[in-house]
């Protein structure tokens, strides 16, 4: 048998590496609850998605750019841009707070503007130019409150005209402008 005092030693060591590690995951989850870490690694989590699916895309020379030259430019400069901003993230004080409940309220203009510019890109060759602007600027619009309607209608009309005037007069793009029914 061994001696008691060895034992209680033992216990004691064990426990004490145990708080260690409890609490430096306790500090270590507020600290990647940043809003700016959060938003560094959302950026760099993009960017290498993008240069995944950019792999098989030829490159290309700057005089010669391949159809993977401006892609892959992109999402090398978002990496970056997200490196950037996670480093500050992480290198903010501890008195930033973590993200809330009370934050999810924030959360509703990226929902809404990213599902305007998704029910765009799926409307446009069914239902046109005019419709699926209109659908952009309305569903855009709720992310913002305050917006006054006729403003809101005001900026449609504008980037409807400037959408038709740029990609089918200017550029001769085949976009429907109306419904085909």
């Not at 993008?50 to 098989?56: A, I, M, N, Q, Y």
């Not at 993230?89 to 305007?116: C, N, Y």
Request: hydrophobic letters at 55%; one cysteine or more; a positive charge.
């Amino acid at each position: 048998m061994r001696p008691r005092k060895h034992d209680d030693a033992n216990e004691e060591r064990r426990l004490s590496l145990e708080r260690e590690q409890t609490s430096s995951l306790h500090g270590f989850w507020p600290m990647l609850a940043r809003r700016d870490v959060l938003a560094g690694l959302l950026f760099i989590g993009v960017a290498v998605f993008g240069l995944w699916l950019s792999r098989d895309y030829p490159i290309g020379t700057a005089l010669r750019m391949g159809t993977g030259y401006v892609p892959r430019l992109l999402c090398w400069i978002l990496f970056g841009l997200g490196a950037v901003v996670l480093v500050q993230g992480l290198r903010e004080a501890q008195d930033a707070r973590a993200l809330s409940s009370d934050d999810v309220s924030a959360l509703r203009p990226l929902v809404f503007v990213t599902a305007s510019l998704v029910i765009f890109g799926l409307s446009i060759e069914r239902l046109g130019l005019v419709i699926s602007i209109l659908l952009l600027i309305g569903v855009g619009a709720v992310a913002a409150r305050g917006l006054r309607p006729f403003e809101t209608l005001l900026a449609a009309l504008v980037l409807i005209l400037l959408s038709w005037g740029i990609f089918i007069l200017g550029l001769g793009l085949t976009i429907p402008v109306w419904p085909e029914w």
